[in-house]
C-alpha cells in the first residue's frame, strides 16, 4: 500500500549477505562506521537495513570496538 | 586447545624497549602456561576514540595465540594489573 504522503520506503539490502560475510569483525571500523549515527549511536535495522543476524552481529562488533577504543561512545 | 584473539593498547609514552618488554612479556607469559602465540601484529600508534586516563592515543597490538581456558585466565589477571596497559580485548575465535 502506497501512502499518500512520503517516498515510498526502497527495499533494503543487508550489505553484509552482499559481501558474504560470515562474522563481523570489530577490527573493521571503516565498514561499522556505516552503522552508527555521527553522535555514535549504532543505527536501527529499519535505517541500515541489515538482516536480523547480521544487525545483532553487528552491534556486539560495535560494542567490542568501542571497548577497545576504535569506535567512540559517544562524539562531541 | 582454544584459539583467542587478544587486541590490547600500551601506553603511548613508553619508550621502544619498555614497550618490546611489555609485548614480550605478554608472549612468553601465554608459551609458560600452556598456550602457543600465532602471530603478534603491532598496529603502532594509533588516536583513540575518547580519551583513557588522560591519553589521546595509544599502542595498538594484535595477537593470536592457542591455549587452553587457564591460559587466557591467568593472562587476563595479568593484563589487569599491568599499569602499561590502558585496554584490553580477549575474544575466541571459531
Known amino acids: 500500500m502506497r501512502r499518500e504522503r512520503g517516498r515510498r520506503p526502497r527495499k533494503k539490502v543487508c550489505s553484509f549477505c552482499v559481501e558474504k560475510v560470515q562474522d563481523v569483525d570489530y577490527k573493521d571500523v571503516g565498514k561499522l562506521r556505516k552503522f552508527i549515527t555521527d553522535r555514535g549511536k549504532i543505527l536501527p535495522r529499519r535505517i541500515s537495513g541489515n538482516c536480523a543476524k547480521h544487525q545483532r552481529e553487528a552491534t556486539i562488533a560495535i560494542k567490542r570496538a568501542r571497548n577497545i577504543a576504535l569506535l567512540p561512545f559517544t562524539s562531541d | ?94
Open chain 2, 1 to 94: 586447545m582454544r584459539t583467542y584473539e587478544l587486541m590490547y593498547i600500551i601506553r603511548p609514552d613508553l619508550d621502544e624497549e619498555a614497550l618490546n618488554g611489555v609485548v614480550d612479556k605478554f608472549d612468553q607469559l601465554i608459551t609458560n602456561h600452556g598456550g602457543e602465540v600465532i602471530n603478534t601484529n603491532r598496529w603502532g600508534k594509533r588516536r583513540l576514540a575518547y580519551e583513557i586516563n588522560d591519553y589521546r592515543e595509544g599502542f595498538y597490538i594484535l595477537e593470536h595465540f592457542k591455549g587452553n581456558s587457564a591460559t587466557e585466565i591467568e593472562l587476563e589477571r595479568v593484563l589487569k594489573l599491568t599499569d602499561a596497559v590502558l585496554r584490553f580485548l580477549i575474544t575466541r575465535k571459531l
